[in-house]
């Protein structure tokens, strides 16, 4: 059965690998990753996706009017996807000063509304290859075969919800003397666009078993 779907991401970060559609002269934007998701979603499952489409005129509104609707549409979903790109997240300016916070808050949160309750959204987070198709900027595989996470790199909400299992399995490497974590670690895992691309259902499917698993996890809801 298909999923309503909202993507939280940067619309405007291009330090993202271009798309094999895109001409030499044409720069490629997360929007663009997220276009792709959609049209995945509208002919190829039975997956709803909720965002805002592309040709979506919203500069009439004010910023609290476009908040309403964001949040409207994230109520109506059960996951919630997050594009984690390069320049993501603005360090110059706080936390709550920019949407993909807010929007993972309210993915988060169990929200009523006319006698209806939105649960705790399946959250799963897509890396996006830099320009140089390279994940390194947060996903670096080290000498020992175990990866690196840099969630230094990711808003407060999004870092607090990764490795945030309760009773985690994890054992200490006698190559670089640090724990590695195995199994289903984080409420919002992480992984790549090349293999999300591959097999998305299998990924949708095992947020959703995060999601009924949610009491194992320490969930962080506030920006």
């Known amino acids: 059965m298909g999923k309503k779907i909202f993507v939280s991401y940067k619309y405007a970060d291009s330090d993202v690998q271009a798309l094999e559609n895109k001409s030499w002269w044409e720069t490629t934007t997360v929007r663009d990753y997220v276009d792709k998701l959609e049209t995945y979603f509208d002919k190829f499952s039975d997956h709803i996706y909720k965002g805002e489409s592309d040709d979506e ?41 920019q949407w993909i916070p807010w929007e993972v808050s309210f993915s988060l949160k169990e929200t009523t509304r006319n006698d209806r309750t939105s649960h705790s959204n399946a959250m799963l987070a ?24 840099h969630t230094d790199r990711l808003f407060k ?64 809801k506030e920006v």
């Open 57 to 97: 005129d919203l500069s009439y509104l004010t910023e609290d009017q476009i908040w309403e609707k964001l949040k409207d549409r994230i109520f109506d979903s059960s996951v919630t996807i997050v594009m984690i790109s390069p320049n993501m997240r603005e360090a110059y300016r706080s936390d709550r000063s």
């Open 126 to 149: 897509i890396v996006l290859p830099d320009r140089n198709g390279s994940y390194d900027y947060y996903l670096t595989k080290s000498f020992c075969g175990s990866t690196t996470h």
């Open 157 to 220: 909400i999004i870092r607090d919800n990764k490795f945030n299992i309760k009773s985690p399995d994890r054992r200490l490497c006698s190559q670089c003397g640090g724990y590695h974590y195995y199994g289903s670690y984080s409420y919002i895992e992480s992984v790549k666009w090349c293999d999300f691309i591959e097999l998305p259902n299998y990924y949708i499917e095992q947020a959703l078993k995060r999601q009924a698993n949610i009491g194992d996890y320490t969930i962080t």
